[in-house]
């Protein structure tokens, strides 16, 4: 047993996820599913990599703000541009939703910079984005930054015939642009928040582009089973979550009408990472009432990055 | 080679086919394509099933629409519930983008007339409609009447390492519950259009309902690059369709980066099934611009059903 799940510890977060796989793939075992309906769903931001001190796409957004105020300086008159051109990262950070922003109005300022070029090339400067960029703590690739006990975990799962999806709150396609190098999570199961598409039919053929404003609903809290539904079209039997926003999906594993597994990551680990329960407070009620496993990132993990 | 594709004549269509396979997946040709960027992408009514005398799923619709008039006879003011009760096809078939209707009109009866139920619900009643619903010409199951050639078609491109996806103009949760049974398609590669959803969390958990309302685009036309984008991030190498409603898709494959296969389906076999080239007279003429592949149903294939 020592090779599976290496990077966590021999603690009953890591036996409830072995005995639960076991069960579910041994077709003489009553729990046994099909793999048609072996569906993992795993948050993104905060359950598969870092989220503090903000959303790393809001880096990316900032970025953005700074050349648009440059070549527009009539912008600056609008917070967002000027706290991304001065440097003011708390008028971003207290967007952030585990301190009480809103992630609709976060996702929001992110869509906005990116509003109006093509699809093509919003891939392509996300991309060369997270090649460079590091984040403020730890200095190294904000892509680095991935929980590798989790990332271990997409494998073990994709290796006992799981499909595995991501639902980000964060915007979808800035994580497809890294999902299959970082997570070995393919492209198309890549779920998440969406600035609305619209095709151009130019002389060189349909041209996708990003057009102002956030598709409805964003996918957090209430849309997670919203946009479960219309990329995959069936429950999850596992979900992995570790803020609010994970509510509705982490109940929604329960509803699959096979045995489930919901997995709440706490970060309890201010050392190696952070800690912080705020915007947690519910789903780690609910994580009780329910049978959901509490994962420790301080007592669980061997390793976190 | 005669077990390979052996539903289809030895003509040049189903060279054409072999030829582009066996030069993307062989790693010596410098037209080689790695497997995560083998995306198939098919339309479905008139590609992959029947279409005429209208889409399968205005019977679904019809059924409903009747259910709802005997419960509530105020309905039968509106023309839709009329035409269900009296029977008037002809109300019905005159939406056909075939011959001159909207797409959009069309999907907006079909998604109204099972609105406001539970996503579950409609998955069951949709399942058991296809169970039993025979086609008025023909007299067999719809879901019987799939172009086995097409069929062959998606499981030679499975085993040569291609994700094949189905694009329906018509209802996305309608043909996943059938597309695994029926095309071997599993649900979460089915695109189509949407009725909106919203998720309540009720006492039992979270349930995710249908809202009254299309969602924009609908997958048809323009609306096909958008929804591709959305559900798979990458355009696909291989793309097959039979109307104008195809145009942007079947030209999207050849902006994937990589040689491309656009097969375009005309209807020309009255005798086994229907001739028709009205609402795709735009899309035949861009074949031969673009050096797409047409496929005649009455030359190029030995069987139909």
């Given at each position: 047993?020592?090779?599976?799940?290496?990077?966590?510890n021999?603690?009953?977060?890591?036996?409830?996820?072995?005995?639960?796989?076991?069960?579910?793939?041994?077709?003489?075992?009553?729990?046994?599913?099909?793999?048609?309906?072996?569906?993992?769903?795993?948050?993104?931001?905060?359950?598969?990599?870092?989220?503090?001190?903000?959303?790393?796409?809001?880096?990316?957004?900032?970025?953005?703000?700074?050349?648009?105020?440059?070549?527009?300086?009539?912008?600056?008159?609008?917070?967002?541009?000027?706290?991304?051109?001065?440097?003011?990262?708390?008028?971003?950070?207290?967007?952030?939703?585990?301190?009480?922003?809103?992630?609709?109005?976060?996702?929001?300022?992110?869509?906005?910079?990116?509003?109006?070029?093509?699809?093509?090339?919003?891939?392509?400067?996300?991309?060369?984005?997270?090649?460079?960029?590091?984040?403020?703590?730890?200095?190294?690739?904000?892509?680095?930054?991935?929980?590798?006990?989790?990332?271990?975990?997409?494998?073990?799962?994709?290796?006992?015939?799981?499909?595995?999806?991501?639902?980000?709150?964060?915007?979808?396609?800035?994580?497809?642009?890294?999902?299959?190098?970082?997570?070995?999570?393919?492209?198309?199961?890549?779920?998440?928040?969406?600035?609305?598409?619209?095709?151009?039919?130019?002389?060189?053929?349909?041209?996708?582009?990003?057009?102002?404003?956030?598709?409805?609903?964003?996918?957090?809290?209430?849309?997670?089973?919203?946009?479960?539904?219309?990329?995959?079209?069936?429950?999850?039997?596992?979900?992995?979550?570790?803020?609010?926003?994970?509510?509705?999906?982490?109940?929604?594993?329960?509803?699959?009408?096979?045995?489930?597994?919901?997995?709440?990551?706490r970060h309890d680990d201010a050392k190696r990472e952070?800690a912080?329960?705020?915007?947690?407070?519910?789903?780690?009620?609910?994580?009780?009432?329910?049978?959901?496993?509490?994962i420790s990132m301080k007592d669980d993990w061997?390793?976190v990055?």
């Amino acid at each position: 047993m020592s090779e599976i799940l290496s990077l966590w510890n021999e603690t009953p977060a890591k036996k409830a996820i072995l005995n639960y796989v076991n069960a579910i793939t041994n077709p003489d075992n009553a729990d046994f599913v099909p793999e048609a309906e072996r569906i993992a769903i795993m948050d993104n931001d905060g359950t598969m990599w870092v989220e503090k001190p903000a959303y790393i796409q809001i880096f990316f957004a900032i970025e953005r703000l700074k050349q648009l105020a440059e070549a527009d300086p009539e912008l600056l008159n609008q917070p967002g541009f000027k706290a991304a051109v001065t440097g003011d990262m708390a008028y971003f950070f207290k967007l952030d939703p585990h301190t009480g922003g809103s992630v609709k109005e976060l996702m929001k300022i992110i869509f906005d910079s990116h509003a109006g070029m093509s699809q093509d090339n919003f891939m392509l400067i996300a991309k060369e984005f997270l090649k460079t960029a590091r984040h403020p703590r730890f200095g190294v690739l904000f892509k680095d930054l991935t929980y590798k006990p989790m990332v271990e975990l997409v494998r073990y799962l994709g290796n006992n015939g799981f499909k595995v999806f991501l639902a980000s709150g964060g915007g979808m396609s800035f994580m497809r642009t890294v999902s299959e190098e970082i997570y070995n999570i393919p492209r198309e199961r890549v779920i998440g928040s969406n600035i609305a598409f619209e095709t151009r039919l130019t002389d060189e053929g349909p041209v996708v582009f990003r057009k102002l404003g956030l598709v409805d609903p964003i996918d957090d809290g209430p849309g997670k089973p919203v946009n479960i539904e219309l990329h995959i079209g069936r429950k999850p039997i596992l979900a992995a979550g570790n803020s609010d926003g994970d509510l509705h999906m982490l109940w929604l594993a329960q509803k699959s009408g096979h045995r489930s597994l919901s997995l709440l990551l706490r970060h309890d680990d201010a050392k190696r990472e952070y800690a912080y329960d705020e915007g947690s407070e519910k789903t780690l009620q609910m994580a009780e009432e329910r049978g959901w496993v509490v994962i420790s990132m301080k007592d669980d993990w061997k390793t976190v990055f």
